[in-house]
């Protein structure tokens, strides 16, 4: 895969000369450059002894956007989360957390972090915990805002339990609450789902549209793929410590097909039927899958500037629409062709689909 | 990939590295605390606070059924006795300095290794945090909880023999700083091999490398008394390498009676393991020094580099 560019860092600006004009034309440059993605990575590999967990990983979370990280057992997804934090040292590569290098450790300054495995100080209470993060990210967030935070995460009642008597689920969703206790810029969400009952898995989903809707960034790691469906602005496709695919969900996604039922159809309505995408015949039974360049008005690739998530929306949007066009002009002109259309049934691919035929088509010899 | 072509003004620099300087110290004093709030909370401190309370209530009641009842201490001159007050003084303070030494090297190793098995240093590291600062603070935590340990238990236990014999030892305050300093090594070593073996592993190889030092101690000690340099070496070098066993002898100096040591009743128990009959250098002390620089040091690197 290509290499993303490099975003600019924050907090490098060139003051060198003291001449007015230098200073004004740097800021000039500065204001004019694009935000600093949220989270970028660069080229990221990472072996434990013989095995390759991690190789050549570059993607970027724009700020304010809503990543998806994806992919099977053992792909390499909880390692590459680790290295985007400084937890385990990449081999190569580079990373860069709200414009800073990841080897400043305050470049994770406005990060939350969930991680996979969440254990709190059992000999501390829930607030106790938020007050301890607090104060090690270096803010000074009051106590009311605090509480507000374990209120958020359904622990209002239970600030002054020992954690230590709190069930995985109550333990998950008090993680929660210190990812986002330091007011962060960044959520880094490991499987945040992972011990909680649909109930709790309802309440995080709602956080983090809540989280998209303040401009938070969130890079989200989740088996539940619907949940990432319903969340997430972009998704990158993670398999054998290779990024398989990533894109918006619209460009995964985009990909649409119409199954229909014909009679009479002729060698010119065939020819039309294959312009119209891939065709699969089988007897009367035709599937046509449209191609996301057919339906894309052009993708607005996130992060320059603006609300990624409302883009997303918006070319997700656009694709449905131009979609259903093309359905309907395909159905006129096989008319006009002779062809007795007996039934058209449009079919949307979930991203489940999607992900099971990249990860099929990356590895067929197994069957996954 | 190419590499950022930006550069810093100097003014701009020395802003960045006072912020980071100011992190350090907040990380540092709020890990300590932690550490410190885990040891009172956690039941090693229940237990450290019964078995100290049974060994000096044991030893006052042994000090007072001695004088008491026991003929031949009333017999002895009273260098003799201050002789016995110090030897059972610092049997009864090996004791202390071994619960001391339990707990801490206990408390060191899963303080560390535990946090990182059990994902609690995830959250934690993932802060704005430098992973050294981290390390420092929790070593900082515990010598103070180790050195507050030693400072009251052994106080009460110096109130004891007061009150039950009426010895008091010549330099109490030095000869607990040294109990203290004693515990602060083996923590320290029990944090350096918390980073690379587990929790409890690293408890059970610093107390036994404690105890072992002690032996290769009063090795040496008989092998000094008895003028046999290559066997009195074990003891010097068992020292250097792990200083517990020297600086426990330092202290027991401190709580033995000068002039009954002098005596000749004190010239005959010459190897005798609990009797100090040397203080401890300068050049020793800042040996000691230095080795905890060096351990923690090499702690932090080790955890520094560590895979999480």
Redesign the interface.
Known sequence: MT?AP?P??A??????SPAATDLAAAARLVADLPASPAAWC??LRKRYGKRTAVDDVSFAVARGEVVGLLGPNGAGKTSVI?ML?????PDAG?VLLLGRPSAD?????R?G???E?????P??TASEVLR??V????LDVPDAEQRARLGDVGLGGRAGDRVGGFSKGMQQRL?MA??LV?RPELV?LDEPTSALDPLGRADVRDLLLDLRARGVAVLLNSHLIGEVERVCDRVVVLDRGKVAAQGTLAELLGRREVRMRLTGVSDAAHRRLEAAGTLVRAGDLFTVGLAADDVLAGPAPAGDGGDPSAEAAATTDRAAGAAADAVADLVTDLVALGVRVHAVEPGHISLEQRLLDILRTAHPEDPR | ??A?T????PA?ADA?AD??RA?VV??IL?VAR?TL??AS??KVLRALVVLTVVLVGLSAWGFSRLTAEDPTMAELTSGQARLVASQLLNLVMFGLSLIAALGTAFLAGPTLAGEVE???A?????????RWAVLVGKWLGLVAFGSGYIAVAGLAQLLVVQLTVGYWPPDPVGALALLAAQTTVLLTLGLLLSTVISPMASGIVAVGLFGATWVAGVVGGLGAAFGNSGVAAVGTWSRMLLPTDGLWRGAMHGFSDPSALASSFGAEMAGFPFLGFEGLSLAYLGWVALWVAVVLGLASMAFG?R??
């Open positions: 290499a490099r600019a860092a907090g490098t600006v060139t003051t060198g660069s080229g680790k934090l400084g937890l385990v040292r580079e450790p305050l470049s994770r300054a990060v972090y969930l991680p495995l969440f254990r709190y100080q000999w501390l301890l993060h104060r090690l990210a270096g993680g210190v990812a330091a880094v | 990939m190419s950022p930006s550069t810093t003004a701009a960045a912020a980071r992190r907040p990380t709020t932690l709030q885990e909370r956690r059990s994902g609690q995830l959250a934690l590291l993932a802060r704005p945090v430098r580099r895979d999480l």
